[in-house]
């Protein structure tokens, strides 16, 4: 029982479902639910994200372009061309995975500093895209969005969306730990671990780069487009290069190569900017300082950092008690 | 020769010779220390903003614009020595993140000590332009060519002649053996952040009078400095000022011929197909990867 | 009929020919060895055999399959397994992970049943545990099934590359320097492994520095120079060759006093 509970698969599903479940109770106004929703919202994106830089051991720095381009592609085609918006973001996931496909094989045949200049050169270029073709976006101003609905029942209100939200966080987590479990998921790992040992033991590991990315591509537009219908209107500020380095932050910062690491990094450093608006002016001071602190102070991340205490201390109790 | 086409290709090289200032900011960095400086932009900025507040509290602007250069460097050298250096080890992605974060940091601050407004200079020698070709050329531009000019000298004097410039390129060749044959490693990874930054902040002065200085100007100079760097060859001196140049030309002909709108894409869009066919740049040497 | 057969193979790094108009033949179920001083090309070799290197010239043959210019991954896929001098090892899994990578390039998953994770996926992942625990038992590391790569000793590790590399069922399993650093008892086991394999019907391909382990181990012995084949045959024969002891050595009529 305690080894079921243990696994990351099933008992930590149960915990995340959990603390989903109670945290309404926390959240007294409309104004926290929507902090908590955002906080799902980049736990989507990093989830997948997560994939790419920590098992994999990939990086982009341009991730916040899939983002914007499920959510303007959602928001274009069921405003300008009246689809149906399940229907408006099936069909951008499926031409966000298109384009990942199609740049990815390009892309990741570049390594390290090479492969962050191309993905941050990438998402650049769609966010300039996305701010001049104001007849289609709206330009620097944005464009509203139609809600979402499904089966001809609207979905409006901060709790439906929460719930929304909170349920497809899950079923992201649950997608992504069945993954890493899996064969392929050790083929990616095995590729972060060492590229040419993987290659030698029959992995292709150009393939397997593009697969991950189109993964991470996908996570990262079905939240745009969720996100797009849930604050109903959408602007090029959400793909910029700063939002591409929050999300590779909130990544680095629950802890590379650990699923539940990639959702408290994104709870955290959602909520931190909306602390910070306390300091006014010396928000970005203190959010930069904070990004540096903890990567010098934290390198492997707070989930994994925090496991390492953890271990430590197990370690010593049981050195204690002296038992090996 | 067109007046029109003069007329771009001058202002083409202009603001190209400030992309290679800081391309070569990011360069000797890079080459230090393997650390892509994505705080580089915020010396330029400091360097503008500086000189701009300085000469407003009657400073006079050579005063001003040394005052801002050592500034500028004292930034570097804090950067390098409590951001860089604790983390020497950290995986590429971390260090991406720390000087990310120190260039919002340092944006932060530059909100705080100024203001939000954009700000400029008076050019140097007035603002008479000198005709050429039919093209009008602003006396700052020659300033800033001059100055380039003269930089781009006086830093291959200082790597090909001096010991600490030759220490410095032994470093990014080798560093374990220039360990060995006494060379001061941190040291040189100090002062190649030193003068990354004073060359940054030399850039932000020169240019201000054309195109104005702000708390965020430094982002998009960096970016395009950095794909500046990437063209000509990341970590190559003549490189990075040749990528500089054709960058700056190529911006103000696409600018002028295809689409104003779209300025700003031309330099990524040419850093992207650098890295898809020749990643290691125009002058870049062709990397043998051994197992 | 042979199992692996280069045809004037060549490597060349600008200039510098690493490898240089090399063949032979190697016969399904021998021990063969490469042996040579510093610098001869034998890891460029090796490199080249297995794919991570595209030969200047000639031609490699895996029985009638034309390999040359395949990918590295084709090439295991083919059959073609090997261990590294510096170890390439997964530190970032456990030991029986490393081991179940090697199954990978046999056995694919569809993305969608990764994803669900079917009961018969599974069941899979259970028969792919218990088999790769059977290798490690058969490397000699047992008492390490539960490790973390990480927490092995070098010795356990340079077994457990060698247990991937098996779990690739392979036709052809090249090790590179498997007895390097280790101590003498460590290296004895080694010896004993490659017999346990050659016994089993493996082909085994072993570039070694350690005399001992080749003439106690090789069926057939090739010694390079240079990048040039310099003699060829049994372990015997290439010790007492003048030519190699040349090579190493140096021409016995040099004094120096």
Known sequence: ?324 | MSAQLAQYLLSGITIGAIYALVALGFSIIFNASHVINFAQGEFVMIGGMTTVSLTGTGLPLPAAMIAAVLLAALAGLALEKFAVEPARSAPVVTLIIITIGASILLRGLATLVWDKKLHTLAPFSGSTPIEIAGAALLPQSLWVLGVTLAIVLALSWFFGRTLLGKAMLATSNQRVAAQLVGINVRRVLLVSFGLSAALGAIAGILITPITLTSWDVGIMLGLKGFAAAVLGGLGSGPGAVLGGLVLGIAETLSAGYLSSAYKDVIAFVLMLAVLFFRPTGILGSRSAERV | MSLLRTEAVSKEFGGVCAVDNLSFTISPGMVYSIIGPNGAGKTTLLNLLTGIYVPSGGRIFLEDSDLTGWAPHEFAQAGVARTFQNLQVFFNMSALENVMVGRYGRERCSLATALLRTPALARAERAGREEAAELMRFVGLAEWLDARAEAMPYGALKRLEIARALATQPRLLLLDEPAAGLNPAEMREIGQLIGKLASRGHTAVLVEHNMRLVMGVSDHVLVLDYGRKLAEGTADEVRRDPRVIEAYLGRATKTVH
């Open chain 1, 1 to 324: 029982m305690i080894s079921w509970l243990a696994s990351p698969r099933t008992g930590g599903l149960l915990a995340l479902f959990a603390v989903i479940a109670a945290l309404p109770l926390a959240l007294s106004n409309n104004y926290f639910y929507e902090v908590a929703i955002l906080v799902g919202v980049n736990a989507i994106v990093c989830v997948g994200l997560n994939l790419l830089i920590g098992y994999a051991g990939q990086i982009s720095l341009g991730h916040a372009g899939f983002f914007g381009l499920g959510a303007y592609g959602s928001a274009i085609l069921s405003a300008r061309f009246d689809w149906p918006p399940l229907a408006a973001l099936v069909a951008a996931t499926i031409g966000v995975a298109a384009l990942a496909y199609l740049i990815g094989r390009p892309i990741l045949r570049l390594r390290g500093h090479y492969l962050a200049m191309a993905t941050l050169g990438m998402g650049v270029i769609v966010s300039i895209v996305a701010a001049t073709e104001d007849g289609w976006t709206g330009g620097p101003d944005g464009m509203p969005v139609r809600p979402l609905s499904l089966f001809g029942a609207t979905l409006t209100g901060e709790g439906a969306w929460y719930c929304v939200v909170g349920a497809l966080l899950v079923a992201a987590v649950w997608l992504s730990l069945n993954l890493i479990e899996s064969p392929t998921g050790r083929a990616l790992r095995a590729l972060s671990g060492s590229e040419v040992a993987a290659e030698v033991s029959g992995i292709d590991s150009a393939r397997h780069k593009v697969l991950v990315f189109v993964i991470s591509a996908v996570y990262a537009s079905v939240a745009g487009s969720l996100f797009a219908h849930y604050s109903g209107f959408i602007t090029p500020s959400k793909l910029t290069f700063f939002h591409s380095i929050e999300l590779v932050t909130m990544v680095v910062f629950g802890g590379m190569a650990s699923t539940y690491g990639a959702v408290v990094g994104a709870a955290v450093l959602t909520t931190l900017p909306q602390l910070l608006t306390v300091f006014k002016d010396y928000e970005m001071v203190v959010f930069g300082a904070v990004m540096m602190g903890t990567m010098i102070f934290m390198p492997k991340g707070l989930v994994p950092s925090l496991g390492g205490l953890v271990e430590t201390a197990a370690g010593t109790a049981r050195a204690r008690r002296g038992v090996r």
